[in-house]
Structures are given as structure tokens and as C-alpha cells.
């Protein structure tokens, strides 16, 4: 098997980037409907070309850990998930964290996996995204929240 993190992994990374009020847990039923937007990472070993990893935050979840990484006050970040605003910090703030969870599928003598690229999802996914999320060996499915805000999903799947 390939690196691939488990929850109290996700739950360490999220609370050094976002606090100590980040709460992660397995989730019990599975994957359900996503909040939209949601943002997705594409991690791809050097040397290949297609991905063979990805992440999945939901917009509850992007919200609040945006807002956390940046230190936007939570009453902010509440107002906006209420509002479905997404503000402009959130793209390069979850950029970064996806970026920074890289680290998760690395270890020593494994290929290397790195960030590729992110993209913004406004409806279920499909094509090779659908097929990677729905086939790939390798999958987490977490309820994450960083309190106050309400609970969402994130989801890694490696191929």
C-alpha cells in the first residue's frame, strides 16, 4: 500500500494550520451530498502525469478552515457560510492547506506526490475525478469542523 493518512493524521495537520478547535472524525455513513462549492486537490507523483490522489473539502469544511488559516474572526466566517459567500481568500487558503497535506501521502521511500492543481467544484463531480474518488483503493471519508462553524466533509482518496 502506498501512504495514505488516517483520521487523527488529518485531525494533527488541521489543528497546526487552523487551531485546537478543529474537531475530525470518521464518518459513519460514508460520503454524503457535498455542501457546494467544494474545492478538490489533484496530487500526482513525480514523473507521472495523470493524479493519482486527491482531496475533497467541502464548502462548510473549506469555509472554516480558510478562515481559521488566515485568522478571520469566526463570527466572519459563520455569516459567510450562512450568506454561501465564498470570499476571495478562500482559493489561495485552501490552496495552501491542500498544498501542505501533501506531506500526508509522502513517506520515506515512496514516490513523491506533490500538489498538481485544484479545482472548484458546483456539482457532483465526473470523468476522471468521478472514477478516482469512486474506484480508488485508498479512501477517508471525515467529518471535519473547526468550532463554531457546522461540520462538513473531507474526503482523500488515493489510487
Known amino acids: 500500500m502506498k501512504p495514505f493518512p488516517h483520521a487523527i493524521d488529518v485531525k494533527d495537520l488541521l489543528s497546526t494550520l487552523g487551531g485546537t478547535s478543529v ?27 495523470e493524479a493519482c490522489a486527491t482531496a475533497v473539502a467541502d464548502f462548510n469544511v473549506a469555509m472554516s478552515l480558510a478562515g481559521a488559516f488566515v485568522r478571520i474572526p469566526p463570527s466572519v466566517v459563520l455569516e459567510d457560510i450562512k450568506r454561501k459567500a465564498c470570499g476571495e481568500a478562500v482559493w489561495p487558503a485552501m490552496y495552501e492547506i491542500f498544498n501542505i497535506s501533501a506531506s500526508l501521502l509522502n513517506a520515506t521511500g515512496a514516490p513523491h506526490v506533490r500538489l498538481t492543481g485544484m479545482v472548484q467544484l458546483v456539482v457532483e463531480p465526473s470523468g476522471w475525478l468521478a472514477d478516482l474518488l469512486t474506484k480508488a483503493p485508498q479512501r477517508l471519508e471525515l467529518e471535519a469542523c473547526i468550532s463554531p462553524c457546522p461540520a462538513g466533509q473531507l474526503l482523500f482518496a488515493r489510487s
Do not use: M, R
Not at 30 to 38: H, I, K, R, T
Open 23 to 49: 474537531t475530525v472524525k470518521v464518518a459513519k455513513q460514508g460520503l454524503q451530498s457535498l455542501e457546494y462549492p467544494a474545492f478538490a486537490a489533484l496530487f500526482t507523483e513525480d514523473g507521472a502525469t
